[in-house]
Nanobody
Framework: QVQLVESGGGLVQAGDSLRLSCAAS????????MAWFRQAPGKVREFVAAISRTGGSTNYALSVKGRFTISRDNAKNTVYLQMNSLKPEDTAVYYC????????????????WGQGTRLTVSS
């Protein structure tokens, strides 16, 4: 069972950039597709981005496409989310998720989750 630990959240201003990291415990990290989701207060968990096991395929929510980039380093068992041009509406708790077979946008398909890291974007 893979354990995921997110880091990198914080308080930033609109227009800033930030990179989130998610470190996995498993040596078999490369066998998991990875994704980022977020949940703002009072809202449902929302898909942000996903990346295939090799990193060769990615997909993004329309709301972040062109601003966020998901990547992974299988040698370091880590997935990243580079966030540029941040907006107040990006404020949320960001979660990484892993699944051995699924790399889509449905949160209920992912088997493993981290505890989340909070991002606040002030205007």
């Amino acid at each position: 069972q893979v354990q995921l630990v997110e880091s990198g959240g914080g308080l930033v201003q609109a227009g800033d950039s930030l990179r989130l990291s998610c470190a996995a415990s498993e040596r078999t990290f490369s066998t998991y597709a990875m994704a980022w989701f977020r949940q703002a207060p009072g809202k449902v968990r929302e898909f942000v981005a996903a990346i295939s096991r090799t990193g060769g395929s990615t997909n993004y929510a329309l709301s972040v496409k062109g601003r966020f980039t998901i990547s992974r380093d299988n040698a370091k068992n880590t997935v990243y989310l580079q966030m540029n041009s941040l907006k107040p509406e990006d404020t949320a708790v960001y979660y990484c998720a892993a699944d051995p077979t699924y790399s889509g946008s449905a949160y209920y398909q992912y088997d493993f989750w981290g505890q989340g890291t909070r991002l606040t974007v002030s205007s």
